[in-house]
């Protein structure tokens, strides 16, 4: 069992290294298993736990993967895919196992889903996907727990998502670019993540055009190639960081090429948070004392990101005043209320919106992490916290952060990562 101990109250300064993010990552190993000769090279990766996961199952269809840590590398050869089973043991602990389906699809002519992982956030439907790929001639068989995704080739068509599904829009893009003919995605994601794995499938040959528009047309090719791709930076890392500074009143110089926080910025900003781009490296510096208090409403790119709403209620339980959260992308997201209150936020949740009343003192304690954003969130609270905050799993922590403690330390905070017994 993996837990973080945060001793509060330490500002933190310096130079904060933003990892490559995690939602790239996931979807661009997917994209390697298409291609049947040579090796792909990622760079940038990000060593979290969802990575090691998508090695362990890239590894059990059959594909020869080297994670190079020390250099954020990994080096994948698909040339021999085996086996189009991903096991449940794997499939199950990541929501990055979906990404895999059309390789499978595409190199053995079928995909057998065991399950999917991902953080526990209510439903989280995955009928577009595969209402997609019987739109571009597959049979899919949805059991209770394994689906079995069939096709002999598949022929461009024209597909809708009644919402623009990050992952689902990734997956049909992958369909589609080995597909016969023209495929015309509507309604599709506007991520930015979605849009550098865009640039890695177009580098490996896919011809995509409309990226970023919310209209994609994939006109298929005969095959992909190996290429090598640097991974984009992580936003949500980057925010997190970016709060870490504004609740500690420190100041934190982020480095990550092309960082854009978008409204997360300006929200943060809102609170009386400073930023100031120098060239390549954004700074974010809080003298405030308080916060002034904010509202957010989830929504996709380019809204506030729900993956940085949990964060973002720690923030606003530091503010002074009545914040105001709405969150539209998840219905179940909201579990660090409870764990926050128990720190001694004030945090009443209705539905789909929470009232943070702040700024009330938040105090160290036992708390748990229910998912990867809730337990950031609460390394957040424990670094403004007065006293000890142990929390756990910190495994939620590591699937979506890399080498948290050490990176904070660097920054003056004081937290450890434990590894306990049971
Ligand atoms: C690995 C990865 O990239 N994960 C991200 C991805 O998850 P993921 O791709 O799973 O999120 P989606 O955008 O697909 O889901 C958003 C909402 O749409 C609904 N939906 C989605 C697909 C579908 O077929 N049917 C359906 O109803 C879901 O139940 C959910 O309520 O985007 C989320 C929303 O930005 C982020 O929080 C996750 O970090
Ligand atoms: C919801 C998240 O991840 P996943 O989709 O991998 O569960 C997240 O990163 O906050």
Do not use: W
């Not at 079995?148 to 829009?169: F, R």
């Not at 640097?230 to 936003?235: A, G």
């Not at 229910?370 to 609460?378: E, K, N, T, V, Y």
């Not at 699937?399 to 434990?418: K, N, Q, S, V, Y």
Request: aromatic share 4%; net charge negative.
């Amino acid at each position: 069992m993996v837990r973080y101990r945060v001793r509060g109250g330490n500002a933190l300064r310096g130079t904060a290294f933003i990892q490559g993010a995690k939602n790239a990552v996931l979807p661009m190993i997917g994209a390697a298993l298409l291609v049947p000769k040579g090796r792909t090279v990622l760079r940038n990766v990000p060593i979290i736990e969802d990575v090691r996961r998508a090695v362990e199952l890239a590894e059990a269809v059959g594909a020869h993967v080297e994670l190079h840590e020390a250099e954020r590398t990994l080096v994948i050869d698909a040339s021999r895919l085996d086996s189009a089973v991903l096991p449940a043991e794997i499939a199950r602990r990541f929501r990055g196992s979906v990404l895999f389906t059309p390789a499978l699809l595409h190199r053995l002519g079928e995909a057998i889903v065991e399950g999917v992982g991902g953080c526990n956030l209510g439903s989280r439907n995955l009928d577009f996907h595969y209402l997609g790929y019987k739109r571009l001639g597959a049979v899919v068989d949805e059991g209770e727990t394994v689906i079995h995704v069939k096709a002999s080739g598949l022929t461009g068509a024209t597909l809708y998502l009644d919402t623009p599904s990050h992952t689902g829009t990734e997956n049909l893009i992958m369909a589609a670019a080995l597909a016969k003919g023209t495929t015309v995605i509507e309604n599709a994601a506007l991520e930015p993540e979605v849009l550098d794995v865009i640039d890695m499938l177009t580098k490996m040959g896919a011809r995509i055009s409309g990226g970023g528009t919310g209209f994609i047309t994939v006109e298929g090719v005969e095959e992909l190639h190996a290429v090598e791709h640097t991974v984009m930076p992580d936003r949500l890392d980057a925010g997190v960081f970016a709060m870490a500074a504004a609740l500690t009143g420190g100041e934190l110089s982020l480095v990550g090429t092309g960082l854009d926080l978008g409204v997360v910025r300006y929200k943060l900003e809102q609170m009386g948070v400073d930023f100031a781009r120098q060239g390549a490296v954004l700074n974010v510096r809080c003298d405030r004392r308080p916060l002034r208090p904010i509202n957010i409403i989830t929504d996709t790119y380019p809204g506030f990101a729900t993956d940085l709403q949990s964060p973002m209620m720690t923030v606003a339980a530091l503010a002074d005043g009545i914040s105001y959260i709405h969150e539209r992308i998840f219905d179940g997201r909201f579990a660090l209320a409870g764990e926050l209150n128990k720190m001694g936020a004030d945090v009443e949740v209705d539905g789909s919106r929470a009232i943070v009343r702040g700024a009330t003192p938040l105090r160290g304690t036992r708390v748990t992490a229910h998912d990867l954003r809730s337990g950031i969130a609460l390394v957040l609270a424990g670094l403004a916290a007065e006293g000890e905050t142990l929390i756990e799993s910190g495994y939620l922590i590591d699937r979506g952060h890399a080498h948290l403690a050490e990176r904070m330390r660097a920054l003056g905070a004081d937290i450890t990562r434990e590894i306990s017994e049971g």
